[in-house]
């Protein structure tokens, strides 16, 4: 799915450019990747764990802008790319295809500007326009901004996965699951 370019007004009176990642957004995602995996231990991955070429990452775009049951949301704060969120269909099979999961990163400078709200404000209008029934997510159990944020938009926490993510130093986090009802 594509999402055509919208100006958004944030808290703090900022415009902010919003549409689907183009692939020639490549080498902006894979700058802004590697700065959100060193900012935060709530993500995936560290930052040297991520090695993608931008070839690759226009591939990925690529793929998700031809995936009607996909998108890849891309927002801009004067020209440089600062927080993204995708959606994506868990799967093609008829018992499942009803459910997608949705992800959103926020580099750290703009926590708390809005663009948590924007982004899955359009994540949960795009879900239902392509169909689906219900959002699901995992967030880190310490992420309290994420999960009141995701509280905020109806999201319920229904399971908790103990030591889902075990950090370099030794300790592990748990990983709250969650899912909202379209």
Aim: aromatic content about 12%; glycine content about 6%; charged content about 25%.
């Amino acid at each position: 799915m594509k999402l055509d370019e919208k100006k958004i007004t944030l808290k703090n009176g900022q415009s902010c450019l919003l549409r689907s990642a183009f692939e020639e957004d490549a080498q902006s995602f894979i700058h802004y990747l590697k700065q959100i995996y060193s900012e935060t231990e709530f993500m995936t991955r560290y930052e040297d764990e991520f090695e993608i070429s931008v070839e690759e990452e226009k591939d990925f775009i690529a793929a998700t802008i031809k995936n009607p049951h996909a998108l890849l949301l891309a927002a801009f704060l004067e020209g440089r790319l600062v927080a993204s969120a995708n959606l994506i269909g868990v799967s093609t099979f008829v018992k499942s295809r009803h459910r997608a999961g949705l992800g959103i990163s926020v580099a750290k400078e703009f926590w708390n500007s809005g663009f948590g709200s924007v982004l899955l404000s359009e994540l949960i209008d795009a879900a239902r326009t392509m169909g689906f029934e219900q959002l699901e997510l995992e967030v880190v159990a310490e992420n309290e901004r994420a999960i009141a944020l995701y509280k905020k938009f109806g999201f319920v926490t229904y399971g908790t996965r103990e030591g889902a993510f075990k950090f370099r130093d030794g300790t592990y986090h748990a990983e709250h699951l969650m899912l909202k009802t379209l």
